[in-house]
């Protein structure tokens, strides 16, 4: 399974020191969300960060600065005409340039449009988030219905890793790969930890654990 972490939405003091021992904890993908950041804070941002850890940022915003700074790839929040994201990425990243593309989704409709045309996709909230309060799983779908749609994809389709966001947990691992989910985005379960990197590595530990 693949885990992948988002950052903090506003300022955290903790974000680049704890970022670097993610990264040396076996980090592969860091997700650079800061909904609320101008382009130029972005910016400001990126320039203080090593640029051996630039392949592995993944912005959520101001795609432009992608390209500038030779970044991993763009994300995709969920919302009308979405599904034209990837066409949108060569506009902005250069059709010469290969770069990860992945969005958010948060009813079947829009996943099941969404595989094959992204390197990944995340779904959920999948149990109640811990970043937004009373924010919980849609009743528009149950979960046979969602663990049908992954199990039944494609070969095509499965080109698209479909990651659980929302309320994981290293216990919830279990239900997660019971659904058929590819893997798991953590956000809350990282940066409201006393220690991010410990609650990272709880998580890493336990996916290692039923691969072995």
Same mark, same amino acid.
Request: glycine share 8%; aromatic share 8%.
């Given at each position: 399974?693949?885990? =992948? =972490?988002?950052?903090?939405?506003? $300022? $955290?003091?903790?974000?680049?020191? =704890?970022?670097?021992?993610? #990264?040396?904890? +076996? @980090?592969?993908?860091? %997700? =650079?969300?800061?909904?609320?950041?101008?382009?130029?804070? @972005?910016?400001?941002?990126?320039?203080?960060?090593?640029?051996?850890?630039?392949?592995?940022? !993944?912005? %959520?915003?101001?795609?432009?600065?992608?390209?500038?700074?030779?970044?991993?790839?763009?994300?995709?929040?969920?919302?009308?005409?979405?599904?034209?994201?990837?066409?949108?990425?060569?506009? &902005?990243?250069?059709?010469?340039?290969?770069?990860?593309?992945?969005?958010?989704?948060?009813? @079947?409709?829009?996943?099941?449009?969404?595989?094959?045309?992204? $390197?990944?996709?995340? #779904?959920?909230? &999948?149990?109640?988030?811990?970043?937004?309060?009373?924010?919980?799983?849609?009743?528009?779908?149950?979960?046979?219905?969602?663990?049908?749609?992954?199990?039944?994809?494609?070969?095509?389709?499965?080109?698209?890793? !479909?990651?659980?966001?929302? +309320? &994981?947990?290293?216990?919830?691992?279990?239900?997660?790969?019971?659904?058929?989910?590819? +893997? !798991?985005? &953590?956000?809350?379960?990282?940066?409201?930890?006393? $220690?991010?990197?410990?609650?990272?590595?709880?998580?890493?530990?336990?996916?290692?654990?039923?691969?072995?």
């Amino acid at each position: 399974m693949k885990l =992948v =972490v988002i950052s903090p939405e506003q $300022d $955290d003091p903790r974000e680049t020191a =704890v970022l670097g021992a993610l #990264f040396a904890s +076996g @980090l592969e993908r860091y %997700h =650079v969300r800061k909904p609320h950041w101008p382009a130029a804070q @972005l910016e400001t941002w990126l320039r203080t960060l090593p640029e051996e850890w630039r392949p592995r940022l !993944v912005l %959520h915003q101001h795609h432009e600065l992608v390209a500038k700074f030779n970044l991993g790839g763009c994300h995709w929040r969920d919302e009308k005409g979405g599904a034209r994201c990837p066409q949108r990425a060569e506009s &902005v990243l250069g059709t010469s340039r290969s770069t990860f593309t992945s969005r958010s989704c948060h009813d @079947l409709a829009t996943l099941r449009a969404a595989l094959g045309r992204y $390197d990944s996709v995340f #779904f959920g909230p &999948v149990f109640p988030s811990f970043s937004k309060p009373g924010y919980g799983p849609s009743d528009n779908f149950s979960t046979s219905e969602l663990s049908l749609l992954l199990s039944s994809r494609t070969a095509n389709e499965r080109h698209t890793a !479909v990651l659980a966001l929302g +309320g &994981v947990t290293a216990a919830r691992l279990p239900q997660v790969r019971a659904l058929g989910f590819d +893997g !798991v985005a &953590v956000l809350g379960a990282a940066w409201q930890a006393a $220690d991010p990197v410990a609650a990272f590595c709880e998580i890493q530990d336990a996916i290692y654990a039923h691969a072995a």
